[in-house]
C-alpha cells in the first residue's frame, strides 16, 4: 500500500517502512544496538531525501527509546548526574549540528556529507567488527581480555584525572573531569543531527572500556542520554529544517517496537560470536551499498525536487 | 458510479450554458468537478472538461497548475565518485502544464501565435536562483524542461480531447499523484484556420483534506510547535508500544 509522505513530499511502500523499522528493532533486540545506522542508509536508498531521512530516525529514536529508557529507570540503572552532564553536552553538539546540516542543505551538500559520513564510519566498524568475529568464530575460543576491562588504567582515565572540573559520579562509581562526558555527549549529539543515529555504538564501548563505568548502568544511562537528546534533536529537525515526516516516524517506531521483540526472541537462541557476524556483514553491506552509489554513474545527472523547506 | 451520473448533467449544462451564451460567445467549457481533493491514498485523479462550440473548429485546451517552486540539484564527476554538485531553485514555472488539442498545435498555429496564447512548453518564464550566468543558466534551464517533460508534468497531447457532432466536446485530463495544491487554470481556446476566435477560462482547486493537510500546513506554519508536539506523541506512542508488547 502506497502512502504519501507529506514532509519527505514522494510516494512510499508502508510495507517497505515497516519493514525497515522491524528490521533495525530486530537488530536492536538481536545484539543491543541502536541501529539508526540502518535507517538512515535504508531510507536514503529508497528516495527519501538525506535531511528528512536523518531528522525522522531522529523523531523515531525517541519513541523506540521512550519505552525502553523508562524500564532501565525503574530498574534504578540510570546514574542521572552522568546522564545530565552527557546531555549538556549532546544538546550543545546536537543543536549545533541541526544548525550545520541547516547551512550544508542550503548549499545542496548535505547529502554528499551524509554519504560520506557513513562510507567512513560503517566501512571503519563493519570491516572491524567483520575480522573479530570470524577470527572468533575460527578459533572457537574466547578472545583473551575480550570483554573484560583490564585493571590498567586508559588513557581517557588519566586524560580525565588531570583535567579540571573534577567530579565523583558515586552511581557509576568512578571520578573524572566534567570534560569528559561533555565531550563524549558532544560527539554523538552532533552524530544524530548530521547523521541520524543515536551514537550508542560509540557513548557503550567508551564508557565500558574507557571510563570503566558498570556496564548495567552504562546500558541504563546511554539510553537515558539516547531519549532526550533526539528527542530536542527531533524538535529542533522539525523547527529549523522543516524535516521530521511524521508519518515516516510512526511507521518506523510501530515496526522497530514488534521487531525488537522478535529479536529478543532469537538472541537467547544463537551463539554471540554468530550474532556478531551478522551484525558485522550488515554494516559492511550497507557500507559497500553506499559505495557503490556513490560510482554509479546517475541515471539522470539532474533531478528535480520540491523543497523540504 | 459517481461520474456516471455525473455525466449527462455536465453535458446537459455544458449545452444549456452553450446555447444562453451563444450570443455573445462561440464556446463554453465546464470541468466536471471544482475541485479536486488529495487524501493520504491520493494516487491520480481523472477528471473530464465538458463542452460546447457555436462554430466547429479545433481546438485546445491549456491545463495550468498553480507556480511551484522547486530545487534542480545535479551530480558531477569528482575522480572515480559522483557527488552532489550544487544546486538551483526554479520559481515562476507553474507544476502542471498541459496542452490538449484536437490536432498537433504546431500544425494549427503560427510559432509567433503560439508564443502569444502561452502554447510552447519550453517559453515558460522560469526564473533560476541564484542568478547564473547566460550559459549555465541555459543548462539548468534545459535540464528543468526535459525532467518536467519526462515526468510527464508538462506535456502535449493530441488526443485527448474527443469531439462529438461537430458542437460538443469532452476532454479528459489525467492529473498526476504529486499534485501541487492550489487553483488550475483550465484555458479553452478555439481555431479557426490558423486563428484564434475565443477563448474561453474556467478552473477547479486541488486541495488537501483530512489529517495530510493538517499535517503539512502545521509543520509549514508553526514548525516548533509541531515538532514538539509530534515528538511527545512519539515517546508516547512509543512508550505505550513498549507497554503492550513486553508485558
Given at each position: 500500500m502506497e502512502l504519501f509522505?507529506?514532509?519527505?513530499h514522494i510516494d512510499v511502500n508502508i510495507a517497505l517502512i515497516l519493514l525497515y523499522g522491524a528490521l533495525v528493532g530486530f537488530l536492536s533486540g538481536l545484539v543491543?544496538?541502536?541501529g539508526g545506522f540502518l535507517i538512515t542508509p535504508l531510507l536514503i536508498f529508497t528516495g527519501v531525501p538525506p535531511i528528512v531521512a536523518v531528522s525522522s530516525g531522529a523523531a523515531q529514536m525517541a519513541g523506540t527509546a521512550a519505552g525502553a529508557s523508562y524500564v532501565q529507570w525503574r530498574y534504578g540503572n540510570v546514574d542521572v548526574r552522568m546522564g545530565a552532564v552527557l546531555l549538556i553536552g549532546s544538546w550543545l553538539g546536537g543543536g549545533g549540528g541541526v544548525y550545520l546540516a541547516n547551512y550544508l542543505e542550503r548549499g545542496g551538500q548535505f547529502g554528499n556529507v551524509v554519504i560520506f559520513l557513513y562510507v567512513v564510519l560503517l566501512g571503519v566498524i563493519g570491516a572491524g567488527m567483520l575480522v573479530e568475529s570470524i577470527r572468533a568464530i575460527l578459533r572457537r575460543a574466547p578472545v583473551a581480555a575480550e570483554g573484560v576491562p583490564s585493571a590498567r588504567r586508559s588513557l581517557l582515565q588519566t586524560i580525565g584525572e588531570w583535567l579540571p572540573g573534577q567530579i565523583s559520579f558515586p552511581v557509576s562509581q568512578v571520578r573524572m573531569s566534567v570534560v569528559v562526558p561533555l565531550a563524549l555527549g558532544g560527539i554523538v549529539g552532533a552524530l544524530t543531527s548530521l547523521?541520524?543515529?543515536?551514537g550508542g555504538f560509540i557513548m557503550v564501548p567508551v564508557m565500558i572500556y574507557?571510563?570503566?563505568?558498570p556496564t548495567k548502568i552504562v546500558v541504563g544511562t546511554s539510553l537515558f542520554q539516547l531519549l532526550f537528546t533526539t528527542a530536542v534533536v527531533s524538535v529542533m529537525q522539525a523547527g529549523?529544517?522543516?524535516?521530521?515526516?511524521p508519518f515516516l516516524a510512526l511507521v518506523l517506531i510501530l515496526g522497530s517496537i514488534v521487531g525488537t521483540k522478535w529479536g529478543a526472541h532469537l538472541s537467547v537462541r544463537l551463539p554471540a560470536e554468530k550474532l556478531r557476524l551478522i551484525l558485522a556483514l550488515v554494516v559492511f553491506g550497507v557500507a559497500v551499498k553506499m559505495v557503490m552509489t556513490l560510482v554509479t554513474p546517475p541515471a539522470d545527472s539532474y533531478a528535480l525536487s520540491v523543497p523540504v523547506r | 458510479m459517481r461520474k456516471a451520473l455525473l455525466w449527462p448533467a455536465a453535458v446537459a449544462c455544458a449545452l444549456f450554458a452553450g446555447a444562453s451564451a451563444g450570443a455573445d460567445s462561440e464556446l463554453v467549457v465546464v470541468p466536471e468537478t471544482s475541485h479536486v481533493d488529495i487524501t493520504p491514498e491520493f494516487t491520480g485523479a481523472d477528471i473530464k472538461a465538458f463542452g460546447a462550440m457555436g462554430v466547429a473548429g479545433d481546438l485546445i485546451i491549456k491545463v495550468e497548475g498553480p507556480e511551484q517552486r522547486m530545487t534542480l540539484s545535479r551530480q558531477i564527476r569528482l575522480g572515480p565518485f559522483w557527488i552532489g554538485g550544487g544546486r538551483v531553485r526554479v520559481t515562476g514555472a507553474p507544476g502542471l502544464l498541459y496542452l490538449y488539442a484536437t490536432q498537433p498545435i504546431a500544425s494549427m498555429l503560427a510559432p509567433a501565435e503560439r508564443e502569444k496564447f502561452g502554447l510552447?512548453?519550453?517559453?515558460?518564464p522560469v526564473r533560476i536562483e541564484p542568478q547564473l550566468l547566460a550559459d549555465a543558466a541555459k543548462d539548468w534551464r534545459q535540464a528543468f524542461f526535459r525532467l518536467k517533460e519526462k515526468e510527464n508534468a508538462y506535456r502535449e497531447d493530441d488526443r485527448a480531447i474527443t469531439i462529438y457532432g461537430n458542437r460538443l466536446f469532452v476532454a479528459d485530463i489525467q492529473l498526476p499523484g504529486d499534485l501541487q495544491v492550489g487553483t488550475y487554470n483550465l484555458e479553452t481556446l478555439l481555431v479557426k484556420s490558423g486563428k484564434v476566435v475565443d477563448r474561453h477560462t474556467s478552473h477547479f482547486e486541488v486541495r488537501q483534506v483530512g489529517i495530510e493537510r493538517w499535517v503539512s500546513s502545521t509543520a509549514r506554519r508553526s514548525p516548533w510547535l509541531f515538532g514538539l508536539l509530534f515528538t511527545l506523541a512519539a515517546m508516547l506512542l512509543g512508550f505505550a508500544l513498549n507497554v503492550i508488547f513486553h508485558r
Open positions: 509522505l507529506p514532509i519527505a543491543g544496538v541502536g547523521m541520524g543515529v543515536g574507557l571510563l570503566r563505568m529549523i529544517n522543516h524535516a521530521v515526516d | 510552447l512548453l519550453e517559453e515558460v
